[in-house]
């Protein structure tokens, strides 16, 4: 499995200079999250990394659509369109750059420091880049947001969460979840903006 060495060129080296000096910042904001913070923090972060699960993301979405007053057709498949838009994304990725997790990458200094990762939850080591935890999260927050315009900061803030949690955990670095919320997002807001061309006028103002 491959090690992630920062942004690469056309020519698949790994880039000098800039690219170097954006993965040095992946590891040190990697080591500032990345802290044994005690147990109840560890549950805090899992809980919120249960949530970014697919299935638990599209419970919260539909509970919103619930809350909201727009729980229809319409609605669930303009979140299913979206999450299913980022995931395809974040899988191609995943699948054309696989790069090590922290536990993987860090595996392989010298000397080893995959011993000085917290990992209290899961210890995944490879195909890191992207966040589909993240592009879940993001892809509902910002879908709830663009539809109902309501509670737009308490949803963002669950889903930075999300993302945060994956590095808090150990199983991402800062780079794949920054990467995973804006697929996520961008997927949301694409799809949105394009249910005009799939619905109805009609389909348009159901609520």
Known sequence: MARYKGPLLANGEPSRGGGIRLQELNEKLF??????????????????????????AVLLGLAAMRLYGGLNRKNVVLLTAALILGGGVVHLIKQNLPADRPLGYFAEKSPPMDGLVHAPFMKPRHRTFPSGHSQTAFAVATMVALMFKRHVALWFLWAALVALSRVYLGVHFPADVVAGSLIGGLSAFIVYRAQGFFFTAKDAEEH
Request: proline share 0%; hydrophobic share 55%.
């Open 31 to 56: 080591w500032i999250i990345n802290t044994d913070a005690g147990k109840a923090a560890d549950a805090f972060m899992i809980a919120f990394t249960g949530s970014g699960y697919l299935v638990g």
